[in-house]
């Protein structure tokens, strides 16, 4: 059988971990192959609430193998705490895989992300401090640490020595900061070694033959499509790649074997952190927005920044990333709204753009070009069938589903588990 990819479409926290989790047993492995414990993914499981940074989602379904891979970025202390918080709650963690090559986030890496941060004043990025860009920098440099080092005492001392001969300069010269001890932070990487080596896997071997063996796969993408190094809003941007070709090049799975593309996208927008936003709000419909769709941060607990639905960031990540099927969330949060504006063009300084332009400075002086749908009023919360919708609230997706380019699949009408309406399977239709 072969492997779904299910990406983030916007500025991320779409509902990516619930559309996971929906998709349950009907996977094998569930596959995180970018970034880290900067994700924040809530999965409300009957009066359970669940919220998951590091591992995926797919861990909450009994039988399902979870898999770090190898672009995923790992602290590894965080992967403990998260693996006794489940255990506790009576899901067991012993199924879980981590790729050998995968990066660790060690602890000079979250001061060097909190430094350069505060060192940036007001033109930072608004990081989630977790140490993910600096942890990715090192990859790029060559001068990272894997989770295989962890078990060569020789080697590791050897890497943390390369890595942190030229940060102790940057830290004391230019942050003012005390140099960071080689032997202290040797010593803390060996004491993740035992409980981390039950896990370790060649992941890009077991996912192959698991295909092979005719198994289901789903990668889990953290962020989204606009917070992609490459494609997203640079340099308001995570430091990989939450889009399809990520799930290649974090997985060791080859693109050949995907056959489906499905992405996550809100009936209407946030944003966590810093950077353009077209259709943000800053009036009374951003605060009800914020308010009715309870829009705070799992992980930073960041009051997320709210606007209306733009269907030229929406059609952007179709067409980078293939996407065969879209999930639509949080409809349920738009009832009440008479008139609900959805972005369909920018005003670039009197230019007229129906296209994400490609140059930076046009994005941020672009506003937003509406049109107006007639709402609807009926709670639409306990809807099970598209036809239970009212009319209104059809014609809203569809009217989407034009502007996107692409079959809005699944439509989530709450937080809960089975919240969601289903119009094509996302795995087999
Ligand atoms: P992720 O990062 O993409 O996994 O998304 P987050 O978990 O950060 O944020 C999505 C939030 O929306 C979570 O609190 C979910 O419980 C919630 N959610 C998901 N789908 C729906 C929906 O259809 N309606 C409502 N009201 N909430 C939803
Ligand atoms: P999920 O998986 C929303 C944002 C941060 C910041 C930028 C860079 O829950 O959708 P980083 O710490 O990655 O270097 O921060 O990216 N960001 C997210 N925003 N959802 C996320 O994950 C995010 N992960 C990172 O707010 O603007
Ligand atoms: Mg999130």
């Known amino acids: 059988m072969p492997a779904a990819v299910l990406i983030g479409a916007q500025w991320g926290d779409e509902g990516k ?15 995180k192959f970018n970034g880290g414990n900067n994700a924040g993914h809530t999965v409300v499981v009957g009066d359970k609430k669940f919220a998951l940074h590091l591992l995926p989602a797919g861990i909450l379904t009994p039988g399902v193998v979870p898999v770090i891979g190898n672009g995923v970025v790992v602290d590894p202390e965080v992967l403990f705490q998260e693996l006794d918080a489940i255990e506790a709650r009576g899901v067991d963690p012993s199924r879980l895989m981590v790729s050998a090559n995968a990066h660790i986030i060690a602890p000079y890496h979250r001061t060097i992300d909190k430094v350069t941060e505060r060192f940036l004043g007001k033109h930072q990025i608004g990081t989630t401090g977790r140490g993910i860009g600096p942890a990715y920098a090192d990859k790029v440099n ?29 830290l004391v010269k230019i ?9 202290d932070t040797v010593e803390q990487l060996l004491g993740y070694a035992d409980r981390l080596r039950p896990f370790v896997r060649d992941t890009s071997l077991e996912l192959n033959r698991a295909l092979d063996a005719g198994k289901q ?20 941007v995570t430091s990989s790649n939450p889009t399809v070709g990520g799930a290649v090049t974090g997985s060791g799975v080859a693109a050949t074997r995907i056959n489906r593309v499905i992405a996550v996208a809100k009936a209407y927008l946030t944003r966590v952190g810093a950077g353009p936003f077209p259709t943000e709000l800053f009036d009374e419909w951003g605060d009800r927005l914020r308010k009715t769709g309870f829009e705070f941060g799992v992980t930073t607990g960041r009051p997320r920044r709210t606007g209306w639905f733009d269907a030229l960031v929406a059609r952007y990540s179709t067409r980078i ?22 972005c369909v063009a920018y005003d670039v300084d ?19 070009i ?32 034009g502007l996107i380019g692409a079959r809005v699949s699944v439509i989530g009408v709450g937080a809960d588990r089975d919240a969601v309406i289903a119009r094509h399977d996302l795995l087999s239709d």
């Open 175 to 183: 942050y003012n900061r005390r140099a960071i001890d080689v032997e």
């Open 370 to 401: 509406y049109e107006y749908l007639p709402g609807w009023t009926e709670d639409i919360s306990g809807a099970r069938s598209y036809e239970e919708l009212p009319a209104n609230a059809r014609a809203y997706i569809e009217y989407l589903e």
């Open 321 to 342: 990333n293939g996407v065969t099927d879209y999930v639509i969330t949080k409809l349920d949060v738009l009832t009440g709204i008479e008139k609900i504006p959805v």
């Open 350 to 368: 009197g230019t007229r753009f129906d296209e994400m332009p490609v140059n930076q400075s046009d994005f941020h002086h672009a506003k937003p």
């Open 217 to 236: 796969l789903l990668f889990e993408g953290g962020q989204a499509t606009m917070l992609d190094i490459d494609h997203g809003t640079y340099p308001f």
């Open 142 to 170: 060559r001068v990272g640490i894997r989770v295989q080092d962890l078990f060569d005492e020789s080697i590791l001392r050897q890497k943390v020595e390369g890595a942190l001969s030229h940060k102790n300069q940057e």
């Open 17 to 31: 971990g619930k559309a996971t989790d929906l998709l349950g047993s009907r996977v094998d492995y569930v596959v």
